[in-house]
């Protein structure tokens, strides 16, 4: 975020959230946490924060996801169209088929999520921190750092993870496995650009070539060594494809008529 000020100063507007359940953000029923959901704040926090373009989406992982289900609905409910699409590290679905995301389709999801949905968090976040730490080593393990990834970046990853209640990282897991915005792909005209890393265990590079081939013109960034956490392994490479997508965006827009500001959402 800091590269994207320095190159482009007040000429845009980056605004980043938290999903719900996440970060900042408060949380909700463990019903709601759908993907179709993530799109449906995404479309309220275009409205409230009065953002009309052009705009460009960025979405790493579950990101990503959101900025896929937000294109897929109705154009009457997409409150802003996005010249440009910048999908990090992400999937169109079929989650359940690929690396760690096999996880989805065992037994264990179900009873999981009826495990923390009916019993008291104090009870639960425990056995869901130990279940989520092959997870969290995957994101750390598997990457351009090799076997030993700075401390600093492992101790990061394991906070995220363990700082997020387990109702939150339980309560996605039935959506995360229904997941699909496979037909939505070939409608996107946003100009897009889509980053990859070959070490992904979660989002492997299978799903970064469905959404290759499936979106039209879309360009695909592939880092053979990266892991799932691009942000901090690649910065320079994901940075600078947002920066490209904001130009061919001005650019767009300046055909039609003057803009004060850019509108970025990540």
């Known amino acids: 975020m800091t590269q994207l000020i320095r190159r482009w100063g007040n000429n845009i507007r980056i605004i980043s959230y938290d999903h719900r359940g996440h970060g900042d953000s408060g949380g909700a029923s463990m019903h709601t946490y759908r993907i179709d959901r993530l799109a449906d704040d995404l479309a309220e926090l275009l409205v409230a924060l009065g953002v009309t373009g052009p705009l460009t989406l960025v979405g790493h992982s579950m990101g990503g996801m959101t900025a ?3 294109l897929g609905r109705p154009a009457s409910k997409r409150p802003v169209e996005p ?8 999937a169109a679905g079929n989650l359940g088929s690929h690396g760690l995301g096999r996880l989805l389709h065992t037994p264990v999801t179900s009873m999981l999520y009826h495990l923390v949905h009916h019993m008291p968090r104090a009870g639960t976040d425990e056995v869901v ?12 393990r598997h990457s351009g750092y090799g076997e030993a990834p700075p401390k600093s970046l492992v101790d990061a990853s394991a906070a995220a993870i363990n ?3 387990s109702t939150t990282k339980v309560g996605f897991l ?24 070959g070490a992904d265990k979660l989002t492997p590079l299978c ?18 060594t990266a892991g799932h956490t691009l942000l901090h392994e690649i910065p320079q490479v994901v940075t600078g494809a947002i920066s490209s997508a904001i130009a061919a965006g001005r650019q767009v827009f300046a055909q039609t008529s003057p803009v004060e500001d850019d509108e970025r959402v990540s």
């Open 68 to 70: 896929l289900a937000y």
């Open 83 to 90: 010249e440009s699409l910048v999908l990090v590290a992400t």
């Open 129 to 140: 921190q130990f279940l989520a730490r092959p997870v969290c080593a995957a994101l750390t």
């Open 163 to 165: 700082a997020t209640p």
């Open 174 to 197: 039935p959506g995360l496995k229904n997941y699909d915005c496979t037909q939505t792909l070939s409608s996107i005209t946003a100009k897009t650009t889509i980053i990859s890393g």
């Open 207 to 224: 799903h970064a070539r469905e959404l290759a081939a499936g979106i039209p013109r879309a360009t695909h960034i592939h880092q053979p």
